[in-house]
């Protein structure tokens, strides 16, 4: 409840909310042990994660309430992730450990493991760039080590959205600091196949919102560039899975890009953005509803092939966070009416925008993190047979 009123208040409330919840702060040797590990619940249900991640443990539970461990405890277990598919569960150790005045003891490269479902069965080889050992009959495999040594410091990183194959995954990775993490970290897409990970930004802020897989999960949209500031140098990019190729589809000369999600059928990418020349230089970490940067938000259709670019609603109001009906012929938003955000719906059909006729969301009293709107927010207000899923927000490792 109090975190869910501090969103609301601003960028200075969101700015503690979003340190508190996705970044790592060090260890605290007065804290007291957590006694309940968190859970998460595999897409399917047929298991459940357990983290302990005061103790570094990791477990997992069956239907039958049967508990298996993975990880004991001291193994430094940060946070997982689980695949569309729930065939692979990905788990990120840390690799640091302090003693009780809160000093390190050892250190490194942080890893991610996988866990190939059901859990009882022997794991795949560690990859040779591994420094790994566990016992033979371990289900767990190290996937991918961290360049990083010791004397780099402690790291942290966060999962972003698997791809709809189950076979890549993005992830965020950066030295162990709120600020840095905060203004953004280095972009990496993971294949969970062969462990090898690629990057795809120098820096991209830590917002699931932010990037789209294609339906087949060859291609990756991504709004890319540092600052915290959701008006501040950003680009809209797709990655090639085969190629490993960039492309840049939206300068930032032109416009600013943020959220952006890619249709069921692959051929349009809906994105919000504003145009650049109404940025003002003087306002970029400004989330008030006033700021030219934010008020002049709007959604658009991108095909990326072809380059045509189209609005979805020619109303002089701000809009954002767009949302694609599972046949792929509505396109959701939200937009500003007044003083409440109203649901709104493109037909890919008539090419013409209505109203839902719901609740309209009242008007947060600034537009989230640095103009970085929290989706999870509007949610509540959508109707059940439209709300999209939540994506997992970015949980810290390290």
Not at 52 to 61: E, F, N, T, Y
Not at 130 to 150: M, V
Not at 157 to 163: D, V
Not at 330 to 342: E, H, K, M
């Amino acid at each position: 409840m109090i975190a869910h009123q501090l969103i609301k208040t601003g960028r200075v409330a969101w700015l503690a909310v979003l340190i508190g919840s996705l970044l790592a702060v060090g260890p605290v040797a007065a804290a007291p042990p957590r006694t309940e590990p968190e859970a998460y619940p595999a897409p399917d249900g047929a298991y459940t994660a357990l983290v302990d991640r005061s103790a570094g443990r990791l477990s997992l539970r069956d239907t039958a309430g049967t508990e298996t461990e993975i990880f004991p405890a001291g193994a430094t277990v940060d946070s997982v992730s689980w695949s569309p598919d729930s065939r692979r569960l990905l788990v990120v150790r840390t690799r640091w450990q302090y003693d009780q005045d809160g000093v390190p003891k050892s250190g490194g490269g942080l890893q991610i493991w996988q866990v190939e479902m059901p859990p009882g069965r022997l794991a795949a080889p560690h990859n040779p760039a591994c420094d790994a050992t566990t016992a033979t009959d371990s289900p767990a495999a190290c996937l991918y080590q961290s360049p990083a040594t010791i004397e780099d410091g402690p790291e942290q990183l966060a999962f972003g959205k698997w791809s709809p194959d189950s076979r890549h995954v993005v992830f965020w990775r950066g030295p162990l600091s709120a600020s840095l993490a905060a203004d953004g970290l280095p972009a990496f897409v993971l294949d969970v196949t062969t462990g090898y990970a690629s990057q795809v930004a120098d820096v991209a802020l830590l917002n699931p919102a932010y990037h789209s897989w294609s339906p087949g999960g060859t291609v990756l949209a991504m709004t890319i560039g540092g600052d915290r500031s959701a008006l501040a140098d950003k680009q809209l990019v797709r990655w090639d899975v085969a190629t490993g190729q960039r492309t840049v589809l939206i300068e930032s000369r032109q416009q600013v890009p943020g959220a952006v999600a890619w249709s069921p059928s692959g051929q349009w990418l809906a994105y919000a953005a504003v145009d650049a020349a109404r940025i003002d230089p003087e306002r970029l970490h400004d989330s008030a509803w006033d700021n030219p940067g934010i008020a002049g938000r709007r959604v658009y259709l991108l095909q990326p092939d072809s380059g045509t670019r189209l609005r979805v609603s020619a109303a002089d109001a701000f809009q954002d966070a767009p949302h694609w009906s599972a046949d792929g012929t509505t396109l959701y938003f939200i937009q500003r009416q007044d003083d409440s955000l109203a649901l709104m719906a493109y037909s890919m059909v008539t090419a013409s925008t209505e109203p839902v006729p719901v609740s309209p969301q009242p008007l947060p009293e600034g537009a989230g993190f640095y103009g970085q709107l929290p989706l999870d927010d509007l949610l509540a207000y959508w109707p059940v047979e439209i709300r999209p899923t939540p994506t997992p927000t970015p949980r810290r490792g390290g």
